[in-house]
């Protein structure tokens, strides 16, 4: 016989499923404005508590407001909104382009555009993402063209990876945008080391590591704050919390931390909870942290509390784990409605201006679609070389390899 | 004129040039401390690495030579060291980092296989994985079973990585060079039973030390030996043996023993392996003795069993035998039964004889 009582598993839940009305009043949302902006050579623990609220500077009427507003002109935010609409229009296509069959696969960040589009601006040329498969925002806010993306979408002769990677796992050194891998939560650690590597060559460039919610259980996340913290890396430790890791809702990853972000508290690492779907405020909380890195000051965590308003990929289906009403009553918003209200309320924007961006914007989107095309899709036209499939595994080919290609006709 | 000193003269006989007597330990040690003095890029790192030197001193001074920034201690966290070494890499940097224990490396395995081994390829070029890990790896010290594995098959499997097994001091500094200097990942396994002399399993003796042997002896500077070069260590005509790592010294040691005129092969370089002169020997001797420390199935023994019977099917006179670790969990109390020692092999080799 026992005094205590028999033990019983805990499995977390998420609010609502299927069939359910969606809730959100357990997520806690700080007023616009009403988080201080600190110094960047605060200590952590002095601001704790900004790990635990949201730094917003958009408020419900489209007035930018509080300590974290007015670091953009009109100008900046005007091309601000035209990426964040490029980037939907572009996610829009391609889908349409793998249900027609010219892709495998897709993934689409309806909902998440103001993260990576607005972090884009706080880096600068040389600075390096390692981003998730999500964040194609930070090429498009680079300037990155279009067509190149198409074309490692199709796979086709012009894929700038030859046809090696699953669709939108790009690379560009250029961009400043690390290969994307598919496995999860490498590159975290990965971005710490080329910041280390920048700090051990006295260099000025930083770097940005990029994670989502549910990769950041993966002991890679862990290390990764063990070394930047310990060694006071130049990083920026992005974590995108869209609240779904496919059918898997946040609290599974996150356990009985009040917060992803709180997860840097322990490291010593200032750690910033940030409205993922405000503009403004992902702009302003990333320079703050890109600030820190370049001074020497060390890692900022940033968690970005956003919603994943469609599938996880092309593979999967969200019916079958959360109402399909959810994204409407997420109480954050729509990036790109936001931030256009903000420019309507400035006078600088209007509904006529917006929808006209809007055509021009899919017409420039079908323009880079008709000349990817002509180099071809998936199942169609030109096709990277079965050459391709050998060479680049070594810098030079090792006999064996060179044997197998041989066999196999090239 | 060529810029070193030429190690080996045309003949292929090693020239004995500004020789210093080094140990294992010294010579990988004299490697990195040669390739940092070049090379600003080449940054050292791992468990007790920096100001201690590591456990097994293979990184002595160099933190003092070099500063904290270029050899440092790191957490212990495997995935870290490789996850940021391949950072780094990405960057421009050219890390040698040293996993304490080759058992210690499973935690790195999918940055390892999935993110070294494949960044280039992925890529296009875009980014490259020049890394090196070095890790002491292989039986004999009574470490049990997480501290004498030998689990080069493990990378042998992956497409992408290089994966080179030294025997003795002279080409542990040569390789290493080589493998620092590498465009592509380089999984260096230190036979650490090899470090202090060319131990050849009869563990009831002393060892000689390196000190008195003919590969003891390192040049101070620089020179590098091609990675994916096998050495005939012993010629012979009777029988092939092919090995590498701690296992050369066992099957020559056997081959004195057995009095059997066996050709020894020290591969050197798994990955890339040299399949010319597996087969050039094997065609010649007709018989052929695979050795390794690593356990049987599906190690890789396996793999030169079957390119010798693709290559030299018609010219084999007995069935290919492998002496290896057994299919178990390394012991502890019975390291010597576990272990291949002279005695083993040369059971195989008197087996194929008779065949």
Redesign the interface.
């Known amino acids: 016989m026992t005094e205590f009582p028999l033990l019983s598993l805990h499995v977390p839940e998420p609010a609502v499923r299927p069939g359910g009305q969606p809730d959100f009043s357990n997520v806690k949302i700080a007023k616009a404005g009403a988080v201080p902006r600190p110094e960047v050579d605060v200590a952590s623990e002095e601001i704790r508590d900004l790990a635990y609220s949201i730094i917003r500077v958009l408020n419900r009427d489209g007035e930018a407001v509080g300590p974290w507003a007015g670091l953009l002109s009109d100008e900046e935010l005007l091309t601000g909104l035209r990426n964040m609409m490029k980037l939907r229009a572009f996610d829009a296509r391609m889908l349409m382009a793998q249900r027609q069959g010219k892709t495998s696969f897709y993934m689409q960040h309806l909902g998440e555009e103001a993260v990576s589009c607005a972090f884009r601006k706080a880096l600068r040329k040389g600075d390096?993402n390692?981003p998730t498969y999500r964040q194609a925002g930070l090429l498009i806010a680079d300037d990155y063209p279009m067509v190149e993306m198409m074309n490692q979408i199709f796979s086709n002769e012009s894929d700038?990876?030859?046809g090696?990677?699953l669709p939108i796992?790009y690379?560009?050194?250029e961009h400043g945008f690390?290969?994307i891998?598919g496995?999860l939560a490498?590159q975290?650690?990965?971005?710490?080391?080329?910041?280390?590597?920048?700090?051990?060559?006295n260099d000025t460039k930083i770097?940005a590591a990029w994670i989502g919610d549910g990769s950041t259980a993966e002991?890679?996340f862990h290390?990764?704050l063990?070394?930047a913290s310990?060694y006071k890396a130049p990083v920026i430790l992005n974590i995108v919390n869209n609240q779904w890791a496919i059918s898997t809702f946040q609290g599974i990853a996150r356990g009985g931390s009040g917060t992803f972000a709180a997860r840097g508290l322990g490291f010593g690492i200032p750690a910033l909870r940030v409205d993922g779907n405000d503009y403004l405020a992902v702009y302003a909380v990333s320079r703050w942290a890109a600030e820190r890195a370049r001074r020497n000051l060390g890692p900022t965590l940033i968690e970005y509390v956003t919603y994943r308003v469609g599938a996880h990929s092309t593979s999967d289906d969200p019916s079958a784990y959360r109402p399909k009403t959810e994204s409407e009553a997420w109480p954050l918003g729509d990036p790109v409605l936001r931030l256009k209200k903000h420019l309507i309320v400035k006078g600088v924007w209007s509904e006529e201006r917006h929808v006209q961006a809007e055509a021009e914007i899919l017409d420039e989107v079908i323009q880079a679609q008709k000349q990817a095309e002509v180099h071809g899709t998936l199942h169609a036209g030109g096709k990277p070389s079965v050459r391709d499939i050998f060479e680049?595994?070594?810098?030079e080919m090792?006999?064996?390899?060179r044997r197998q290609r041989q066999k196999a006709g090239y | 004129m060529p810029r070193c000193p030429p190690i080996f003269a045309a003949s292929g006989k090693r020239q004995v040039t500004d020789m210093a007597r080094m140990t294992m330990i010294e010579a990988v040690r004299s490697a990195m401390d040669v390739s940092m003095e070049r090379d600003g890029d080449v940054v050292v790192f791992g468990e007790d690495v920096g100001y201690f030197g590591g456990v097994f001193r293979c990184t002595q001074g160099l933190q003092a030579k070099y500063g904290k920034t270029r050899c440092f201690d790191a957490p212990i966290s495997e995935s870290g060291i490789v996850g940021t070494a391949i950072g780094m890499a990405a960057y421009g940097l050219k890390p040698c980092v040293e996993i304490q224990f080759a058992d210690y490396m499973y935690p790195a395995y999918d940055q390892i296989t999935q993110e070294a081994a494949r960044i280039r390829y992925r890529s296009n070029g875009d980014f490259t994985c020049p890394i090196v890990l070095r890790m002491p790896t292989g039986g004999g010290i009574f470490g049990g079973q997480t501290h004498s594995q030998s689990p080069e098959a493990l990378f042998t499997h992956v497409c992408g990585l290089k994966v080179v097994v030294p025997s003795n001091p002279y080409d542990a500094k040569g390789l290493l060079i080589a493998s620092i200097e590498d465009p592509d990942p380089v999984m260096f396994l230190e036979p650490k039973r090899l470090y202090n002399g060319p131990f050849d399993g009869h563990h009831e003796k002393p060892v000689t030390p390196w000190s008195k042997h003919e590969l003891g002896e390192v040049p101070d500077g620089h020179y590098s030996i091609p990675i994916g070069k096998a050495e005939v260590r012993r010629q012979g005509s009777a029988v092939t043996v092919i090995t590498y790592g701690t296992m050369v010294h066992v099957a020559l040691a056997a081959a004195e023993e057995m009095g059997i005129d066996a050709e020894v092969i020290d591969l050197r370089s798994l990955l890339p392996l040299d399949l010319d002169t597996i087969v050039q020997s094997v065609t010649k001797t007709g018989r052929c003795v695979m050795v390794h420390e690593a356990t049987l199935t599906s190690g890789f023994g396996a793999e030169v069993v079957a390119l010798v019977q693709e290559h030299c099917f018609y010219h084999l006179e007995a069935p290919v035998v492998r002496v290896t670790g057994w299919d178990t969990p390394y012991p502890h109390a019975q390291e010597w039964d576990y272990f291949p020692g002279p005695g083993r092999v040369g059971r195989a080799l008197a087996e194929v004889m008779e065949a």
Not at chain 1, 188 to 201: E, F, L, N, P, R
Not at chain 1, 392 to 395: E, L, S
């Open positions: 390096m390692f700038p990876l030859r090696r990677q796992m690379s560009s050194k690390f290969t891998s496995n490498t975290y650690v990965q971005a710490v080391g080329w910041a280390m590597a920048s700090a051990i060559k770097a002991s890679d290390s990764a063990v070394f310990t680049g595994v070594y810098a090792p006999a064996h390899i």
